[in-house]
């Protein structure tokens, strides 16, 4: 069941004080349980039992980030973040974002071009004038619940000044800035054995969770708990694909490419290219939800060369007519290429996949800011039960963002989580 979380309606209204950035030596309170305040109402509940063989991400950590502040955001399935503009919606996503980013191996200011943003509005420097955020999630799998949380200096220089790593209550991974002049962090790993913890240098740009493989020799019973928590974590977020279709670059023909569709969906036509060409069965019901949400008869989805190096869209008619994608509108190109994302998998998606993870083991996750923008009723219905079947296989997780959530009453499998605040 996904855990109830209070109302928005019983935080205090006045307004809140400023938040402290933690010292580098202690980058996290003593008790690091994250008191959210998002209101979770849950339509359908994840019914598998024990821990998935599958990681992935079952908790959002927004501790202080952007808007955020004390928040924890339980996800399931397929996840709806609710709320009006300025919620924070958008800042939830872009720091599961970064952190799959971070899980992948990416230096810091690549998961953060924008770190000042990151940081809370009324955040309060220390004496060093230094501010920062602090994020994290929760991961499920074959090691249990395994909780990641990350402190992040944003100012007056861009490094990572504490991490955590725990399961089971036991700290696994401990790192802290002692040195501010050298950019490095202390680290802690927990060994067990006549040596409770092994300590060490990690670089203050990259993830330390993401370098334990390279660090931890997995020779006792300790270490090999790390390791595998450290893989658990890691696999849940590495394969994570942030989507939000652009229509204005859809429309004309694109170079024919490598047919991995991109976050903005403008190269929308080589990656149907490749998917027909790819899986009959997909394609089949790619098709099938296209007729389901476009206007008019639709008998099929092509894509054709067009001049030297190029390929375009079409919507088979079915009488001998094709239209091209520019003659669609931009609630309809939006849907097709959502369609697309939740159809194909990580196959056709630019997404950074654990290669060394067998395929039947890795759980695609779908960020979609802004999944019901500029869709009709009827689309949004349909593009949310298709997304509700591919997510109850377990092989896609969506987490999508909307404005307002009272249309998705009924459908099971959803989860939705209000952000509004009083």
């Known amino acids: 069941m996904t855990p109830s979380l209070p109302s928005p309606s019983s935080a205090p209204s006045s307004r809140p004080a400023p938040i402290p950035f ?20 849950p339509s359908g509940t994840d019914t598998t039992q024990g821990h998935p063989d599958r990681p992935r991400v079952t908790e959002l950590l927004l501790s202080a980030f952007a808007g955020h502040r004390n928040v924890g955001l339980p996800l399931g399935p397929l996840t709806l973040l609710a709320g009006t503009s300025g919620s924070g919606k958008t800042s939830a996503l872009r720091a599961y974002e970064a952190l799959a980013r971070l899980g992948g191996g990416a230096e810091l200011w690549e998961a953060f071009p924008e770190p000042d943003a990151c940081v809370p509005e009324r955040a309060r420097a220390d004496a060093q004038r230094r501010r920062g955020f602090r994020i994290g999630c929760t991961a499920d799998g074959p090691e249990g619940p395994v909780r990641l949380e990350v402190a992040v200096q944003a100012e007056p220089e861009l490094r990572i000044v504490g991490e955590r790593l725990t399961a089971d209550g036991v700290v696994l991974l401990e790192t802290a800035l002692r040195d501010p002049g050298r950019r490095t962090v202390q680290a ?17 740009d990259r993830l330390g969770t993401a370098l334990l493989p390279l660090r931890v020799a997995g020779k006792t019973p300790g270490q090999r708990r790390v390791l595998a928590a450290a893989e658990q974590m890691v696999v ?12 204005d670059r859809m429309r004309g023909p694109v170079p024919l490419g490598s047919g991995r569709l991109l976050g903005g969906c403008g ?3 080589d ?3 490749r998917t027909r060409a790819e899986c009959a069965i997909r394609y089949g019901l790619l098709v099938s939800a296209v007729r ?3 206007a008019g008869p639709v008998a099929g989805l092509h894509a054709e060369p067009y001049g030297a190096g190029l390929v ?3 919507l088979d008619r079915g009488d001998g007519v094709r239209t091209d994608l520019v003659r669609l509108g931009e609630g309809e190109l939006r849907y097709v290429a959502l369609a697309l994302v939740l159809l194909t998998g990580p196959g056709v998606l630019e997404v950074d996949a654990p290669g060394e993870v067998p395929a039947a083991l890795q759980t695609l996750t779908v960020l979609a800011d802004g999944f019901d923008r500029g869709l009709d009723p009827l689309q949004r219905a349909e593009l949310l039960r298709l997304a509700a079947r591919m997510c109850e296989r377990g092989h896609i997780r969506l987490v999508g963002t909307v404005s307002d959530a009272s249309w998705a009453a009924g459908v099971g499998g959803v989860t939705v989580i209000d952000l509004n605040r009083d």
């Open 188 to 204: 802690a790993w927990h060994t067990a054995g006549s040596t409770p913890v092994t300590r060490g240098p990690l670089p203050d």
């Open 236 to 247: 849940a977020l590495r394969s994570v694909f942030a989507c939000d279709p652009r229509p």
């Open 267 to 269: 190269n929308l036509a």
């Open 292 to 294: 389901a949400g476009c």
């Open 271 to 273: 990656a149907l290219w």
């Open 22 to 41: 933690p010292p580098p030596s202690s980058a996290f309170p003593a008790s690091s349980s994250a008191a959210p305040t998002a209101s979770t109402v």
């Open 312 to 314: 375009r869209a079409l």
